[in-house]
């Protein structure tokens, strides 16, 4: 079983930066791959980025736009979310995710069912 806990949202202005962080917990956890969605009222949920253990990273190069970062701290179990020039259009609920399908592996996916198990979410707000 894999519990994840996402921090660090809030409201800022347009142009300003945000940390997310997700809090990883469960047995063998560095062999899941760890992805960050996000959904706004009446969207899809969609993929921002995704990282495994060893470092290996994809990004949503459409939505993202070069302003956003992902990493990990293996030793505090943790992956984080860099934000930076954000934009109203950023506004959403943002979630980390766990792929059981990719256990073990390098492969990270994109879609939000190959997730299994997912945090509670955390706020953004971006106001113009």
């Known amino acids: 079983q894999v519990q994840l806990v996402e921090s660090g949202g809030g409201l800022v202005q347009a142009g300003g930066s945000l940390r997310l962080s997700c809090g990883v917990s469960?047995?063998?956890?560095?062999?899941?791959?760890i992805g960050w969605f996000r959904q706004a009222p009446g969207k899809e949920r969609e993929f921002v980025a995704a990282i495994n253990w060893r470092g290996g990273t994809a990004y949503n190069t459409d939505s993202v736009r070069g302003r956003f970062t992902i990493s990990r701290d293996n030793a505090k179990n943790t992956v984080y979310l860099q934000m930076n020039s954000l934009k109203p259009e950023d506004t959403a609920v943002y979630y980390c995710a766990a792929d059981s399908s990719r256990r073990g592996t390098i492969l990270l996916g994109r879609s939000s069912f190959e997730y299994e198990y997912w945090g509670q979410g955390t706020q953004v707000t971006v106001s113009s």
């Open positions: 469960g047995r063998t956890v560095d062999n899941y791959p």
